[in-house]
């Protein structure tokens, strides 16, 4: 089975940075990945990351330690539509699985 | 921009009936994903389908329910005997290929059981 664990909720302030975790156990894992969701809207992909290591994106910031099982997602320069869900998902096995934590809603206050 | 279509937005059924959800990819993708989401939870994975057949399913992915892909365009689900538990968002996502790192979802299709 999976367990993917991410806080449910953090807030920060406008042109902050915030640095959103994730945790997992899995078995076949080949790759995590980080989605923004917005309330009532689609999963929309930032980052993805199958070597250990930081992946930069402009104004995202994604790493991956697969030997402890952690990732976590930088936000920099916060503005107010980064309000949102971060999603969390590992692909498992053959490319062809994902699974999802169940978000963390970010709160971006000014 | 390429994107996915869903069809229809919202969806209103009663407990018992059959209903299918339509996810038209973008068009060179091969590689075909449902997901639901229950109000207020995690996205869940349902199945995955590649080459005319399903890759993989979880485990919520039983007899009631079914894929296909009827006419090389569109990608369906089926819904068998609905349940009130059926309620939710229903995801379609597309990828080029599975070694891409991109899904692609569509907007979603809102079912409600009553």
């Known amino acids: 089975g999976q367990n993917i664990d991410q806080p449910t909720e953090m807030t920060a302030t406008e042109g902050a940075i915030v640095q959103i975790n994730c945790t997992y156990q899995t078995s076949g894992f080949n790759g995590l990945f980080w989605y923004q969701q917005h309330a009532g809207e689609a999963p929309t992909f930032l980052s993805y990351n199958v070597l250990d290591g930081l992946e930069e994106k402009g104004r995202f910031s994604s790493f991956l330690s697969r030997s402890k099982g952690y990732s976590y997602l930088l936000l920099k320069e916060l503005q107010m539509k980064d309000s949102a869900s971060y999603l969390c998902?590992?692909?498992?096995?053959?490319?062809?699985?994902?699974?999802f934590g169940s978000g963390t809603k970010l709160n971006v206050k000014p | 921009e390429p994107e996915v279509t869903q069809t229809p937005s919202h969806q209103v059924t009663q407990m018992g009936q059959e209903v299918i959800l339509r996810c038209v990819p973008i068009s060179n993708h091969l590689y075909f994903y449902w997901y639901r989401q229950i109000l207020g939870q995690k996205v869940e994975f349902l199945v995955s389908f590649y080459n005319n057949e399903i890759s993989e399913k979880s485990e919520i992915f039983d007899d009631q329910f079914s894929v296909e892909r009827p006419d090389g365009s569109n990608f369906t689900l089926k819904i068998r005997s609905t349940k009130l538990e059926d309620s939710a968002m229903y995801f379609c996502a597309t990828a080029g290929d599975p070694s891409d790192y991109e899904q692609y979802f569509g907007p979603g299709t809102r079912l409600t059981v009553t």
């Open positions: 998902a590992v692909r498992e096995g053959n490319f062809n699985k994902f699974y």
